[in-house]
């Protein structure tokens, strides 16, 4: 029973249609390793090669990181992005998205409904860039047990442009070797 209710849990809180897929439920969040990664946030740039230095070094980083932690990965088309109010008033996003296709993990539906709120690290670049938010995408996707015992999720987007998503497939094929390696 409760199995079945955390995936309903998990798919009311991702806003999706059907359960219609297995996925990771169980994991601890990690706000130290995690939360900079999976920031409810976006970038904006299309091409981590026009970046020098320290800048293209954490670029890099956190693309791999995103590739190895995330329980899902997958190109998206954002479908709208909508304001609206968490229950306690505070402003969020919410950033409706159809999976094209799945790198890794699984989906719970095509169907996916982001949520940035005011308090998440990536909530001012998802206002400032809002405008950006048309087109195709990379979603890096975090499920985790809340306190409650709610399924929650953090994400995070990149741009699909043929720069990032090579890197990211590159990334998501030696997690998927690594993965088969240790079984």
Do not use: C, M, N
């Given at each position: 029973m409760r199995v079945s209710c955390a995936i309903a849990i998990a798919a009311v809180s991702l806003a999706a249609i059907g359960c219609g897929g297995a996925f990771a439920t169980g994991r601890p969040w990690d706000a130290a390793a995690e939360a900079t990664?999976?920031?409810?946030?976006?970038?904006?740039?299309?091409?981590?090669?026009?970046?020098?230095?320290?800048?293209a070094f954490r670029a890099r980083q956190d693309l791999d990181a995103r590739s190895n932690l995330a329980d899902m990965v997958a190109v998206v088309t954002i479908v709208s992005v909508q304001t609206t109010k968490d229950v306690d008033g505070t402003e969020a996003r919410r950033i409706d998205a159809r999976v094209n296709d799945l790198l890794y993990g699984a989906?719970?539906?095509?169907?996916?409904?982001?949520?940035?709120?005011?308090?998440?690290?990536?909530?001012?670049?998802?206002?400032?860039?809002?405008?950006?938010?048309?087109?195709?995408?990379?979603?890096?996707?975090?499920?985790?047990?809340?306190?409650?015992?709610?399924?929650?999720?953090?994400?995070?987007?990149?741009?699909?442009?043929?720069?990032?998503s090579e890197q990211v497939r590159k990334y998501v094929r030696a997690r998927v070797a690594k993965e088969a390696a240790n079984e």
């Open positions: 990664v999976f920031d409810d946030g976006i970038d904006v740039l299309d091409d981590p090669a026009k970046l020098a230095g320290e800048w989906a719970p539906d095509r169907s996916l409904a982001l949520k940035s709120s005011a308090t998440s690290l990536g909530y001012s670049l998802v206002t400032r860039h809002e405008g950006r938010l048309t087109g195709s995408f990379i979603v890096f996707l975090r499920w985790f047990e809340q306190e409650d015992g709610t399924i929650g999720h953090h994400f995070h987007l990149s741009p699909s442009s043929p720069e990032i």
